[in-house]
Nanobody, 126 residues
Framework: QVQLVESGGGLVQAGGSLRLSCAVSGRTFSNLAMGWFRQAPGKEREFVSAISWSGATTYYGDSVKGRFTISRDNAKSTVYLQMNSLKPEDTAVYYC???????????????????WGQGTQVTVSS
């Protein structure tokens, strides 16, 4: 059974930082791409970032470029999202996602991901 468990969310002031983690179990992690998405109340789930199976290729949504950094530790089966210079508009539930495509490069499309975590709340106060 594949499980993705996010952690690291919380309440932070604008300009602050948080680091989200997503631990994967039940599936080989090191040859699969991962992604982060977010969903604010009343809005569709939005692409945030993705990372290829090797970590060599990364993608970012326009709204987070230059502020967020995705990384992975294959030895720990964990993907991270370092979020700096946070803004109130970053407030959302953040989800990690795993693609079952072997040696995948990652994608901005939700349809490319087969497994999702339960989400972690990030709230940025002004």
């Amino acid at each position: 059974q594949v499980q993705l468990v996010e952690s690291g969310g919380g309440l932070v002031q604008a300009g602050g930082s948080l680091r989200l983690s997503c631990a994967v179990s039940g599936r080989t992690f090191s040859n699969l791409a991962m992604g982060w998405f977010r969903q604010a109340p009343g809005k569709e789930r939005e692409f945030v970032s993705a990372i290829s199976w090797s970590g060599a290729t990364t993608y970012y949504g326009d709204s987070v470029k230059g502020r967020f950094t995705i990384s992975r530790d294959n030895a720990k089966s964990t993907v991270y999202l370092q979020m700096n210079s946070l803004k109130p508009e970053d407030t959302a539930v953040y989800y990690c996602a795993l693609s079952s495509v072997l040696y995948g490069l990652g994608s901005e499309s939700r349809d490319e991901y087969d497994y999702w975590g339960q989400g972690t709340q990030v709230t940025v106060s002004s």
